[in-house]
C-alpha cells in the first residue's frame, strides 16, 4: 500500500469513542499505520492500540474501526454503517479496520469496556451497539460543523451535512470532511448529547452495502491470526491427550529433540478434573523454528496416555444413557397447569422421540495464537469471538494485571461459537512463558476436531394432547443431554438445563398445561456454544413434531402452527433475546415465506416442501424447504425461501448472506455432520470423515425476503439456522414417507 | 536444491523437500493468502496453479514442483487489475469470512481455462472446496459472473 494515506500528521484526525454510551475526546491518534485487512500484519508486537475511533483523512477518505470480531458474521460493515449514517459520511469513502481490545478499571476497581463491549456471541453486536455507535457518528458530526461554524460565523443550525460535504444554505458556502477534520480536531467535544436522527431520516441504514474488505479477502491480503506475525517468533504445535480427561503416563522425547530445528519441548497439565476449562486437555508443545519442524516433531513423540475416567464411554453408549435417563423422572423446569391430567383426559395423544448428535464447529482456519509474554506485559494475536475472554484467562493462568495483556483481534477464518472459548490463547501463553519468546502456536485439523467445544448431544421425547374440539390442551418437552453449562464456577447442576432448554420458547404461554422436564447427562465430551446454541436442536424437535402432529390429524402443516400461534401479543421471555416474544410476528413470517414459496401446491412425485418457523434471540425466521429424493434415496435441496423479521434492518445485504450462510450451515449439519465417539475418544479427525457440505449439494435458488416494521434491531448472525433441519426433515416426510427423527439424516434414505 | 517461479520469480529451496508446498509458500516465501484447512486435500483452501493446474498444495512436497511454475492468489491479478474471478467476486459479495475464498477464487479460475462456459452441473463436479461459511449460493452466481466478464474480455 501506498504510503501516503498513513496517519503522517497527526492533527488531520479525531478520534471518538463511545464509553457506556457517553462520548469521549477528540484526541490525536497514536502512530497507527494500518489499512483494512492489513490490521496485524507483521509488526514486532501487536501495532500501537488506538481505541474506538474514526479518522477523516485529508483525502476524504474515512476510516472506521469496529469493536466486535469480524468473524463472516458482517460487523466490518454493519457497525460501521451506524456511525456513518450518523455522520452523514460518504460510505464509499469508509474504509473499515478491527479495533484491538480495550480495558480499564471502572470506578468500582472491576475491569470493565475502555469504549463499547467486544465480544461477538449471541447475535448481539448491533443490538449492544445501536445507540452507542451512533452516538460517536453524531459527535463527530457535530464536531465538524462545529468548525465549520466558526470558520463562516454562522451559526451550527443553519449548516446541512451530506456524504461528507458540509453545505451553508443562505451563503452557498460548503467545505468537506477531510478540509475540515483538522480544525475540529482542535474543539472541545460537545457536553450534551447530540440528537440522533429519527428514523425516517435514515439514509444509509436499510439500504444494501457490500461487504467492506472483500478486495483485501479476493486478493490474499486478509490477515487472519494464522497470518500475523511478531519479530523474532518461533512455532508451536502440540500433542494432546486424545482422550477425555486423560493425562500423560510417559513420554520419550529423544526422536522428537532430534528433528532439525526442533527447539524445546513443553508440557501443559490437564485442568482439575470438572474444574472450569484453562486449557482442554493435557499434553507437550513442540517449539521449533519453523511450522514444519514442529508438525515433525510433534509427530516424534512417543507418549503412552492413560485413557482418562471416560475410556468407556462411546457414542452408542451415550445414546443409551439418555434413553434410560428418559425412562425415569427429571428436573422440572417448567410446569404449567397440569399435564398429567390434561394428557390423561385428551381426545387424541401424539408421542415422538429425537435425537441429536454431537457437532463439531470446525471453522474452516484451525486454532491459532501469537502470545509474548515478557516480564511486565504479554501481547496477544489471537483470532477470538472473545479477546476480553483472552485477557482474563492469559491474566488468571500467568497471574497478572489484566491491563498488562494487549489483545489484538485478527478476522477470524470463521468462529460459529469455538472461539468464545480461548483454550488456545492460554496454551499459547503458557507455552511462551516457558521459553520466552513470542510463540506462535498452530492447531491442525486433527487438534481442531478432536478438542472442540461439541454442540451438546441429546435426546428429547415430545408429547401432545389435543381435545375433542382439536385445541391443543397439554404439552411436554423432556431431554436429557450433556449440557455445555457444566465445569463452570458457581453453577449447581440444577441449572445446567438453562442452556439446553429455554423454558419460555414456544409453545409456552399458548397452551395451558406445560410441562418441561431435564435430565443432565454424563459425558466426558467438552460442550460449547455452537452458532444458536439450544435452537437447532430445540427447532428441529419442536417443528417435526407439529408436523407429526398435522400429519396424525390430517391437518396442514402451517394451518396447524398459525392457530397454534394465534394472535399478536406480547408474550414474557425471560432468557436471551427477550423480554418479548411475539406469536404474531412468527405467523408473519411463515404466512410470506409460504406465499413466496408457493407453499401448499401439489407436488410431483418424490418431491417435497417443508415448512418450519423458530425464534431465535429476538429474531423470527421462517423457512420453506423443496427437497427432491432420488429412488436410491439419494437426496437434493433445490430451493429454501425464508422470510425473516429481525427488527429494524440495517444491512439488507448482511441479512441475506446470514440468512444465506444459517440454510447452508443447517442443510450441511443436517446432512452428514456426528462427532463420534468410541474408547473415550474422538474418532473423527478430518474433512474425510466429518463431512461438510460442499457445493454439490447446495441448493441452487435460496431467496430472503425481510419484513421490517420499525421494531427494535435484533441481530442475525444465528437466527437463519434452527428453522432449516425440521423444514427439511417436513419436506422429506411429504416426499417420502419417511419421518426423520435421529440427526444427521445420512444414509437413513437409502436403507 | 528445488528450483521454482513463484508468481512469476525464480527462486530455489534447498530445505526439507518433503515438506509441503503450502508451508513453503506461506513461511518461506510470504505468500500468505495459500491458507491451510486441513492438511489432507479436502478442502482446498491451500490451492494454487502449478503450471496452470489447481493443485491442493498441503499434498504436495516441494520436490515434486522442482522446475515448475507456480501463481498463488498474490500473483493471480494483473498488477491492479483485479482477474476476472476476483471482480466477479467482489461484484456478487460472496465473502463471508472469507478463509476458503482465495482457495475457491484458485480454483475457479483454473476451471474457466478449460471449461470457459460452466453449466451449474460442471461447478457441481469441478468445484470441491468447502466453504464452512457456506457462501456457496452466490459463490454459484459468481462463477457464472466470472465466466462472462472472462468471455466479455
Ligand atoms: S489444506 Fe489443502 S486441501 Fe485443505
Ligand atoms: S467464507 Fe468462510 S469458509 Fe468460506
Redesign the pocket.
Same mark, same amino acid.
Given at each position: 500500500m501506498d504510503g501516503s494515506h498513513h496517519f503522517a500528521t497527526r492533527r488531520d484526525v479525531l478520534r471518538y469513542a463511545s464509553a457506556a454510551g457517553a462520548l469521549i475526546v477528540a484526541a490525536p491518534l497514536s502512530a497507527c499505520s494500518r489499512r483494512p485487512g492489513e490490521s496485524v500484519a507483521i509488526a514486532d508486537g501487536p501495532p500501537a492500540a488506538v481505541g474506538a475511533f474514526i479518522v477523516i483523512r485529508p483525502d476524504e477518505t474515512v476510516l472506521i474501526a469496529f469493536p466486535n470480531p469480524e468473524m463472516g458474521q458482517g460487523v466490518d460493515t454493519s457497525l460501521p454503517m451506524l456511525i456513518a449514517e450518523e455522520l452523514d459520511a460518504d460510505f464509499d469513502k469508509v474504509e473499515t479496520t478491527q479495533m484491538p481490545l480495550e480495558l480499564k478499571y471502572g470506578d468500582d476497581g472491576e475491569i470493565t469496556w475502555k469504549y463499547a463491549i467486544q465480544g461477538s456471541g449471541g447475535s448481539t453486536s448491533i443490538t449492544e451497539h445501536w445507540d452507542g455507535l451512533r452516538r460517536a457518528g453524531a459527535t463527530a458530526r457535530q464536531l465538524l460543523v462545529g468548525a465549520a461554524a466558526a470558520d463562516w460565523t454562522v451559526d451550527a443550525s443553519e449548516i446541512t451535512v451530506a456524504k461528507g460535504v458540509i453545505r451553508h444554505e443562505t451563503s452557498g458556502r460548503t467545505t468537506t470532511f477531510g478540509a475540515i477534520a483538522s480544525a475540529a480536531a482542535q474543539l472541545e467535544p460537545p457536553t450534551q448529547e447530540p440528537a440522533l436522527k429519527p428514523r425516517d431520516e435514515f439514509t444509509l441504514i436499510g439500504t444494501s452495502q457490500k461487504m467492506k474488505n472483500a478486495r483485501a479477502i479476493v486478493t490474499g491480503k486478509a490477515v487472519y491470526g494464522i497470518d500475523a506475525e511478531m519479530a523474532g517468533m518461533v512455532h508451536a504445535v502440540m500433542a494432546r491427550c486424545p482422550y477425555f480427561d486423560g493425562t500423560a503416563r510417559s513420554v520419550d522425547e529423544r526422536a522428537a529433540r532430534a528433528i532439525p530445528g526442533v527447539r524445546e519441548i513443553v508440557k501443559i497439565d490437564r485442568p482439575p478434573l470438572d474444574g472450569p476449562y484453562s486449557v482442554q486437555a493435557e499434553g507437550y508443545a513442540v517449539v521449533a523454528d519453523s511450522v514444519w519442524a514442529a508438525m515433525k516433531g510433534r509427530d516424534a513423540l512417543v507418549i503412552d496416555w492413560d485413557h482418562g475416567p471416560y475410556a468407556a464411554e462411546t457414542s452408542a453408549g451415550f445414546k443409551d444413557h439418555c434413553r434410560d435417563l428418559l425412562s425415569g423422572e427429571g428436573q422440572i423446569v417448567r410446569d404449567d397447569g397440569d399435564f398429567d391430567a390434561a394428557f390423561a383426559a385428551a381426545a387424541t395423544t401424539h408421542e415422538a422421540h429425537y435425537w441429536e448428535p454431537y457437532v463439531s464447529h470446525a471453522p474452516l482456519e484451525p486454532q491459532n495464537c501469537i502470545v509474548h509474554v515478557r516480564d511486565g506485559s504479554v501481547d496477544v494475536i489471537a483470532p477470538t469471538q472473545s479477546p476480553s475472554g483472552a485477557n482474563r484467562n492469559i491474566a488468571r493462568v500467568l497471574d497478572r494485571d489484566r491491563l498488562s495483556i494487549k489483545v489484538q483481534p485478527t478476522r477470524l477464518g470463521g468462529g460459529f461459537g469455538r472461539r468464545l472459548s480461548t483454550d488456545y490463547a492460554v496454551e499459547a501463553a503458557l507455552i511462551s512463558d516457558a521459553v520466552r519468546k513470542p510463540v506462535k502456536l498452530l492447531w491442525t485439523r486433527d487438534d481442531d476436531l478432536r478438542h472442540d467445544f461439541y454442540r451438546p448431544s441429546g435426546m428429547h421425547h415430545l408429547r401432545a394432547g389435543f381435545d375433542a374440539d382439536g385445541k391443543m390442551i397439554a404439552w411436554t418437552h423432556r431431554l436429557a443431554s450433556a449440557s455445555k453449562y457444566y465445569r463452570r464456577p458457581n453453577m449447581p447442576e440444577t441449572n445446567y438445563y438453562r442452556a439446553e432448554l429455554y423454558t419460555d420458547d414456544f409453545p409456552a404461554q399458548l397452551v395451558e398445561n406445560l410441562r418441561v422436564e431435564y435430565f443432565s447427562a454424563k459425558s466426558g465430551a467438552p460442550r460449547g456454544s455452537w452458532r444458536a446454541p439450544a435452537h437447532t436442536a430445540n427447532a428441529f424437535v419442536v417443528q417435526s413434531f407439529l408436523d407429526e402432529i398435522a400429519a396424525a390429524r390430517d391437518e396442514d402443516p402451517l394451518d396447524l402452527r398459525l392457530r397454534l400461534l394465534g394472535e399478536p401479543q406480547e408474550l414474557s421471555y425471560e432468557q436471551h433475546g427477550g423480554p418479548v416474544f411475539n406469536p404474531g410476528r412468527l405467523a408473519g413470517v411463515l404466512r410470506l415465506a409460504a406465499e413466496k414459496a408457493g407453499y401448499g401446491a401439489p407436488m410431483p412425485a418424490g418431491r417435497g416442501r417443508g415448512i418450519a418457523a423458530h425464534f431465535t434471540f429476538g429474531g423470527y425466521v421462517a423457512q420453506v424447504v423443496d427437497v427432491e429424493v432420488s429412488a436410491e434415496g439419494h437426496l437434493r435441496v433445490p430451493r429454501v425461501v425464508a422470510a425473516v423479521d429481525v427488527g429494524t434492518v440495517v444491512n439488507p445485504n448482511g441479512i441475506a448472506a446470514q440468512l444465506e450462510s444459517g440454510v447452508n450451515d443447517g442443510l450441511s449439519t443436517a446432512l452428514r455432520l456426528a462427532i463420534n465417539i468410541e474408547g473415550g475418544r474422538v474418532t473423527d479427525g478430518n474433512f474425510d470423515t466429518y463431512q461438510l457440505m460442499r457445493i454439490a449439494d447446495a441448493p441452487r435458488e435460496i431467496e430472503t425476503h425481510i419484513i421490517d416494521n420499525g421494531d427494535a434491531s435484533a441481530g442475525m448472525g444465528e437466527m437463519g439456522l434452527p428453522p432449516l433441519a425440521p423444514a427439511l426433515a417436513n419436506a422429506i416426510f411429504q416426499a417420502t414417507g419417511t419421518r426423520i427423527r435421529n440427526l444427521p439424516i445420512g444414509d437413513q434414505l437409502s436403507a | 536444491m528445488v528450483q521454482l517461479t513463484v508468481n512469476g520469480e525464480s527462486r530455489e529451496f534447498s530445505g526439507d523437500e518433503e515438506m509441503p508446498l503450502?508451508w513453503y509458500l506461506r513461511e518461506d516465501a510470504g505468500l500468505k493468502g495459500v491458507k491451510? *484447512?486441513?492438511?489432507? +486435500?479436502?478442502? *482446498? +483452501?491451500?490451492t494454487v496453479h502449478i503450471d496452470g493446474q489447481a493443485i491442493?498444495?498441503?499434498?504436495t512436497p516441494v520436490a515434486a514442483v522442482d522446475g515448475a511454475s507456480i501463481t498463488t492468489i498474490e500473483g493471480l491479478s494483473d498488477g491492479e487489475t483485479l482477474h476476472p474471478v476476483q471482480q466477479a467476486w467482489i461484484e456478487e459479495d460472496v465473502a463471508q469470512c472469507g478463509y476458503c475464498q482465495a482457495g475457491q477464487i484458485m480454483a475457479v479460475a483454473a476451471m474457466l481455462e478449460e471449461t470457459p462456459n460452466p453449466s451449474d452441473d460442471d461447478i457441481d463436479r469441478n468445484l470441491t472446496n468447502i466453504c464452512r461459511c457456506g457462501t456457496y449460493y452466490r459463490l454459484r452466481k459468481a462463477v457464472h459472473r466470472a465466466a462472462s466478464l472472462k468471455r466479455g474480455g
Open positions: - | 503450502l491451510f *484447512g486441513c492438511g489432507i +486435500a479436502q478442502c *482446498g +483452501a491451500c491442493r498444495s498441503c499434498v
